[in-house]
């Protein structure tokens, strides 16, 4: 494993996503939903009614977009060097498929980890600052914001990899994107149930979730570069 090579595919890569205008419209507009949507349910909750804010823990919501958001961008991880013709020539060179995996698993895990925290610190500051301290007390409770603050990373990490595999056997971005998001339907299903409180969020059910993403994520890698094979995305790609 060579951390030159690596960083070398990580810095191609984030040089490429910058200059493809739909990657970029895509990640800069795509979370306004998730952002508005809890902000206007909160700020349209009284004083008098802050008990419903323990019925529907609105924030858990936004947790979907950690799964939703790399597919953004991971869905044009394989697809774009196909497009470009660019995909023989990397896989000619001598780098391996685990340290290519790696490298662009990063130029998507990055973006989307910060995008995801900065839409919760967003959310999280205008209810604290704005709200009356009933409200935000209600609305940012402790194990709200460890949800946000653990969970996120661990989804994330799960759809890079989901969206770099899916990229690696599909043809056009679009299509990879929309494989994407049918893949996370389960993910973002969870947390509407677990948001309603069909699913009761437990402490050995979040236990038992974060342990099934923790080692989905570490066996992400090994998987993921595991199914890359180099013979068929070169014959593809012609």
């Known amino acids: 494993m060579s951390g030159r090579r690596v960083w070398a595919i990580f810095r ?23 952002l508005v949507a809890p902000l206007i349910f909160v700020f349209s909750i009284s004083a008098s009614d802050v008990s ?33 013709g660019t995909l023989e020539p990397l896989l000619a060179t001598p780098i391996s498929a685990a340290e290519l995996m790696l490298g662009k698993a990063l130029a998507v895990f990055i973006p989307s ?62 299509v990879a994107q929309q494989f994407g998001f049918v893949a996370n339907i389960p993910v973002i299903a969870l947390a509407v149930l677990v948001g309603f409180h069909v699913i009761r969020a437990t402490l050995p059910l979040t236990l038992t979730l974060g342990a099934v993403l923790v080692v989905l994520d570490i066996a992400g890698w090994p998987l993921a570069a595991k199914t890359f094979d180099r013979e068929r995305l070169i014959l593809g790609a012609r």
Request: overall charge neutral; proline content about 6%.
């Open 12 to 34: 191609k890569e984030m040089q490429e996503f910058r200059r493809n205008k739909q990657i970029v419209s895509t990640m800069a507009f795509s979370p306004i939903g998730f």
């Open 52 to 84: 419903v804010l323990d019925s529907y823990p609105v924030l858990l919501f936004t947790l979907a977009l950690a799964a939703v958001l790399p597919t953004v961008v991971g869905a044009y991880s394989i697809t774009s060097e196909r497009e470009q």
């Open 113 to 174: 980890i910060t995008q995801c925290y900065l839409i919760f610190g967003v959310i999280d500051a205008l209810v604290e600052l704005i709200r009356p301290a009933v409200v935000s007390a209600a609305a940012l409770r402790p194990p709200i914001l460890l949800a946000q603050l653990i969970f996120t990373p661990l989804l994330v990490c799960m759809a890079v990899w989901l969206s770099i595999t899916i990229s690696a056997h599909t043809r056009d971005g679009r």
